[in-house]
């Protein structure tokens, strides 16, 4: 897409003058749209010369990766809420997810399930052996770190 000149939304001064000198521009941009809607977009925006070398136009070649950037969005905010704020069925929503969203969301569920779990577990029985239950057991299928927990 060819765009005026004036159309070049970038970010500061630094890369205003980078893009003044003829140098093009690559990264992710938030962009909001007539009505409202924000919507991220992975872009290049490269200054197009004339013969006397004075910018006239701005190729921009752009692919919307907004919902990349709400699964971003959402595992930062998931992996705030169990490990910050101790908040251990925190999980994702991963029910519209397709292709590599849905295996990153999977991914992202089965750790937390991994840790909590057994933690859980732990949390369970020390409750049991505090009221003074000296019968329970940790008995979940742990491997590696989390069964030396057990």
């Given at each position: 897409?060819?765009i005026?000149?004036?159309?070049?939304?970038l970010?500061?001064?630094?890369?205003?003058?980078?893009?003044?000198?003829?140098?093009?521009q690559?990264?992710?941009?938030?962009r909001?749209?007539?009505?409202?809607?924000e919507v991220?977009?992975?872009?290049?925006?490269?200054?197009?010369?004339?013969?006397?070398?004075?910018?006239?136009k701005?190729?921009?070649?752009?692919?919307?990766?907004?919902?990349?950037?709400?699964?971003?969005m959402?595992i930062n905010?998931?992996?705030?809420?169990a490990?910050t704020?101790?908040?251990?069925?925190a999980?994702?929503?991963?029910?519209?997810?397709?292709?590599d969203?849905?295996?990153l969301?999977?991914?992202?569920?089965?750790?937390?399930d991994?840790?909590?779990?057994?933690?859980?577990?732990?949390?369970?029985?020390?409750?049991?052996?505090?009221k003074?239950?000296l019968?329970?057991?940790?008995?979940?299928?742990?491997k590696?770190?989390?069964k030396?927990?057990g």
């Amino acid at each position: 897409m060819l765009i005026p000149v004036s159309y070049t939304h970038l970010r500061d001064h630094e890369t205003r003058a980078d893009f003044a000198n003829g140098l093009p521009q690559v990264g992710e941009f938030k962009r909001v749209t007539s009505r409202g809607k924000e919507v991220w977009i992975q872009a290049v925006y490269a200054p197009v010369k004339d013969d006397m070398g004075r910018i006239t136009k701005v190729a921009k070649i752009a692919t919307d990766i907004t919902a990349q950037k709400k699964l971003l969005m959402d595992i930062n905010k998931v992996i705030v809420q169990a490990g910050t704020e101790g908040n251990l069925s925190a999980r994702l929503e991963a029910s519209a997810a397709t292709g590599d969203s849905k295996l990153l969301a999977d991914s992202v569920n089965l750790l937390l399930d991994s840790i909590s779990n057994p933690v859980l577990e732990i949390n369970r029985v020390v409750e049991q052996l505090a009221k003074g239950n000296l019968t329970e057991k940790f008995d979940f299928d742990a491997k590696g770190d989390i069964k030396k927990l057990g």
